[in-house]
């Protein structure tokens, strides 16, 4: 007789900034870990989980993975959006895990088996000042990483997402029960960002991969000749240039310039995306596991994609968690068009609370060897760490209107 899923939970753990982890256990004692960490959202995402979606898998078969996935995307009546498809995703990887366990065998061989050796892995670097951040981006070369996105301050700003004065590392979110209030002022980040990546390029030399990511804060016009002004710098891509909505923008941007185009960090679905991809409108596309409706949803996305030359590239920020993380450095090994996976890197303590036999090494990802996603959660530590409300800041231009993310 087949297995079946006897108990399903969801842990809450903050070691350092937030996470949403689903537990699923089968009768034969063999557990399942999902990710569904939102962030800024993250207790909607778990009522979500525990309210709707785990009655809802106690006694079904977890070797049914497609079957589930098709059950919660389309016995919904209402599909899609963040915390849907986060919560669909959790059960997709939990279930991915319970049947690698089952069989012995790491995730990426029940995808097809490793297209790679390696999976080239970018991080971060960033820093207010130019000469600081050459130095920045100079020191991640040493680590080992073939490729860095860089990061800036903007003279007559006091703040920038993603850019801390005195921090080494960023924190997409900071504590608190409001977000923070960040400055944005497109013409000045349009004055000086061309200054800026240029520097880098003349510091490090042509042949690290620099990559600069614009938040989606500008107009389709102010992201065409932002994509021209840098197209000496030779970057690997400009990311997020415009709001995910307007689709037609990148367009625009596109018929302008031939800087590499990547978007998709917020996309849910395929249909977030195809009409980007078969319109050949951008180079990467930067859906995650963990926000894209897990490993099944986010294979048949690339599936589309490879078709029209749109590469992989998923997204991996400190909030999402190493389970999700780990699944992906698994699809990256398997699928044949990712390209490249963000490895934004965690603070020690998440490392602790999640065991993991993925690693890093000399700018490269390695899935490891142990079977399913092999990320394991340590509850005990993890219940050392309660909830605690973070939010990602907004920012308002120097009017005070808020500008979009
Ligand atoms: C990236 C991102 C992050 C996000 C954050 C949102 O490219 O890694 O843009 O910094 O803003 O993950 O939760
Ligand atoms: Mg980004």
């Avoid at 999902?34 to 995402?45: I, M, P, Y």
């Avoid at 990887?93 to 390696?118: E, F, M, N, S």
């Avoid at 977030?272 to 859906?287: C, E, K, M, N």
């Amino acid at each position: 007789m087949s297995d079946r899923i006897v108990s399903t939970d969801v842990i809450i753990t903050s070691p350092g900034r937030n996470y949403v982890t689903l537990k699923l256990t089968t009768a034969d004692g063999i557990v399942g870990y999902g990710d569904a960490t939102v962030n800024g959202r993250e207790l909607a995402v778990a009522s979500y989980l525990r309210d709707h979606v785990a009655p809802l898998l106690i006694g079904r078969d977890p070797s049914r993975i497609e079957d589930t996935w098709q059950y919660l995307y389309r016995g919904a009546y209402w599909r899609r959006g963040p915390i849907t498809m986060a919560a669909i995703g959790a059960v997709d990887v939990a279930l991915w895990d319970i049947h690698g366990k089952t069989l012995g065998a790491p995730l990426y061989k029940l995808l097809g088996g490793a297209v790679r050796d390696r999976l080239l892995a970018y991080t971060h670097a960033f820093a207010w000042e130019t000469p600081a951040l050459c130095e920045a981006v100079e020191a991640r070369r040493e680590q080992g990483f073939r490729a860095v996105r860089a990061q800036f301050g903007v003279p007559g700003l006091t703040t920038v997402y993603g850019v801390h004065k005195d921090a080494e590392q960023y924190e997409p979110a900071t504590r608190g029960v409001a977000p923070a209030e960040e400055e944005w002022d497109p013409a000045a980040y349009l004055r000086h960002a061309p200054t800026a990546l240029a520097a880098v390029r003349d510091h490090v030399g042509p042949e690290l991969e620099l990559l600069h990511d614009a938040h989606h804060r500008l107009t389709p016009q102010q992201a065409a000749r932002l994509g021209q002004a840098l197209e000496p710098v030779d970057l690997y891509w400009l990311e997020d240039v415009t709001p995910a909505e307007n689709q037609d923008a990148l367009r625009l941007v596109r018929e302008h310039t031939t800087t590499p185009l990547a978007i998709g960090e917020v996309f849910n679905s395929v249909y977030d995306l195809h009409h980007l991809v078969t319109g050949q409108l951008i180079d990467f596309v930067r859906a995650a596991v963990v926000h894209a409706g897990g490993v099944s949803h986010l294979r048949k996305i690339l599936h589309l994609a490879e078709v029209y030359q749109v590469r992989g590239a998923p997204h991996g920020p400190s909030d999402v968690s190493p389970v999700s993380f780990g699944a992906s450095v698994h699809l990256g090994m398997a699928a044949h068009n990712i390209a490249i996976q963000e490895y934004m890197g965690y603070d020690e303590r998440v490392h602790e609370v999640f065991p993991h036999a993925w690693s890093y090494r000399d700018g490269h990802l390695y899935p490891g060897d142990a079977p399913g996603v092999g990320v394991d959660l340590d509850e005990r530590l993890a219940s050392k760490y309660p909830y605690d409300p973070a939010y990602l800041p907004v920012a308002r231009r120097l009017d005070g209107t808020l500008t979009d993310w």
